[in-house]
């Protein structure tokens, strides 16, 4: 049985931030976890992926940490890749935001991914 695959867009090598917490959560948990960031580069051990259309696998949820404006530009290239689960995390969403992804046959999950894994941030230090 393969492992649930996750894209975390907007992924972040700064520890402190909660879209690395989520590459670290996601992976405790078994996922396979593909970072996605424009810079490129790796995060985690894990190759950084410049955008979601790069990753090379089906992704089963996509998890959103960008700010809504930056948010609202990437929603179509999610869309395209047809994630089962869109989580939207804290400060990621806005009305906007929500109503284009529902445009485009997305249903946002308002919601943190990291907690949905049954574990809380707090447990991945910086």
């Not at 424009?38 to 950084?48: C, Q, R, S, Y």
């Not at 943190?112 to 447990?123: F, K, T, Y």
Request: net charge negative.
């Amino acid at each position: 049985m393969s492992k649930p695959t996750v894209a975390v867009v907007g992924a972040s090598a700064d520890r402190s931030k909660f879209s690395n917490k989520s590459v670290r959560a996601h992976l405790s948990r078994g996922w396979d976890v593909y970072p996605v960031n424009p810079k490129g580069g790796e995060i985690e051990g894990l190759k950084v992926y410049a955008s979601i259309g790069e990753v090379p696998v089906l992704i089963d949820r996509v998890t959103l940490y960008l700010p809504p404006t930056v948010g609202v530009q990437a929603l179509e290239s999610i869309a395209a890749v047809k994630p089962a689960e869109f989580f939207v995390n804290q400060g990621a969403e806005s009305d906007e935001l929500v109503e284009k992804a529902r445009s485009l046959g997305l249903e946002p999950i308002l919601a943190c991914s990291i907690v949905e894994l049954g574990v809380s941030p707090a447990q991945f230090g910086d």
